[in-house]
């Protein structure tokens, strides 16, 4: 009988061992309540329906000894999603508002406050920092006022970059804009310096000749390519029309540029003319470039039969070029002034000779 009876206890006290170790939740106000066996589950005063998290909050969660000293991570708010707060709200410290619809845009949003103190001088920047071996490096700053810095603790432009811009192209390596180099004020790179590919410089003293110069830089690939500096114009033909060129070579193409190399054999080629109110041109110290050699004594100026002879076979004056010799290689404006100047001289010897005949002829009828 007594056997019996520790069976049927040992049974009942394992059937209520086994039930109280069941998990289950009881709310008592704010007090932390967890399931026994602790294995899962943790809430802070919410009812037994909610326990769904390993830690789930009925409310706020704040950290401080005093209320002035508070920060929260609000959850429970209908403003917003999750905040997270360094002071005892949004306005009055730094916060990260994730979602919501007062302080965000929408429920997708994400929101970094930076509240600015009541001196209105500390305060009100959002910092991206690092720790290195030197203590807290700044990678990017977002101001009061809304300029923005990359390495810089207080831009004073609407973006200030601390150093150099790069562009990646992955076949090709970096494109650059430099503007803290201590050899030029701005450069804009095509490539990784200015002797590899196309640039830009404004102002410096390295590669400009002052703080007031502009350089357009224009390299050479090495392969007869590269090395101009065009000006061009999208047109409503959808395609480049060119306006100048600075070839490789110092040479100078106002206007599209042709198909044959006839522009590219002058200092400076203009498509479809120059208008100017004065044109100067240079000679050289060359004593034959203009033509008062015609009045020397050892001149051997032709005879008008010999220039009669010369016109009938070649329909055009001696030293001067024919129509096709123009149109094919242009005209040289000093060449030209000379030897029109030289038949100029030449036609007044020929008159100081037939005058002087006349006079002979006078004389004689005179006689």
């Not at 069941?22 to 399931?35: E, R, V, Y």
């Not at 809304?146 to 192209?169: C, E, Q, R, Y």
């Not at 830009?200 to 390295?206: A, D, E, Q, S, V």
Request: aromatic share 8%; proline share 3%.
């Amino acid at each position: 009988m007594k056997k019996k009876l520790f069976i049927t206890c040992a049974a009942i006290l394992t059937a209520v061992s086994a039930q109280s170790q069941t998990p289950s939740w009881q709310s008592s106000g704010n007090d932390l309540l967890s399931d026994p066996m602790a294995t899962t589950q943790v809430g802070i005063a919410v009812p037994q329906t909610e326990g769904g998290d390993r830690l789930t909050v009925g409310g706020n969660i704040g950290f401080g000894f005093t209320t002035g000293a508070m920060r929260h991570i609000w959850g429970r708010s209908p403003n917003y999603g999750l905040a997270m707060f360094s002071g005892t709200n949004w306005n009055d410290g730094a916060a990260v508002l994730l979602g919501g619809h007062d302080y965000a845009g929408g429920k997708g949003d994400v929101t970094i406050s930076a509240a600015q103190e009541s001196n209105g001088i500390n305060g009100g920047s959002v910092f991206f920092r690092r720790w290195g071996t030197g203590g807290w490096a700044t990678n990017m700053t977002i101001a009061p006022s809304g300029n923005v810095g990359i390495a810089d603790d207080a831009p004073n432009d609407k973006l200030t970059v601390n150093g150099n811009i790069g562009f990646s192209i992955p076949s090709t390596g970096f494109r650059h804009i430099w503007g803290r180099s201590s050899g030029y004020g701005l450069a804009i790179y095509s490539a990784n310096d200015w002797n590899d590919g196309a640039g830009i410089l404004l102002g410096g003293k390295h590669n400009a000749t002052g703080n007031g110069d502009v350089i357009i830089s224009a390299a050479d690939d090495g392969n007869g390519w590269g090395g101009s500096v065009f000006f061009k114009r999208w047109s409503i033909s959808n395609n480049w029309v060119t306006n100048m060129v600075i070839d490789k070579d110092g040479k100078v193409i106002i206007g599209d540029v042709p198909n044959t190399n006839t522009a590219h054999t002058y200092g400076l080629y203009v498509e479809k003319g120059v208008i100017t109110s004065r044109v100067k041109v240079a000679l050289t110290n060359d004593p034959t470039n203009w033509s008062d050699f015609v009045f020397a004594d050892d001149y051997q100026l032709r005879s008008l039969n010999e220039v009669e002879d010369f016109i009938k076979e070649n329909k055009h004056l001696p030293e001067i070029p024919s129509t096709e010799e123009v149109h094919k290689e242009g005209l040289d404006l000093a060449q030209m002034d000379a030897k029109l100047l030289q038949k100029v001289e030449e036609l007044t010897l020929y008159i100081i000779q037939q005058q002087k005949e006349i006079e002979k002829l006078k004389d004689r009828i005179a006689k």
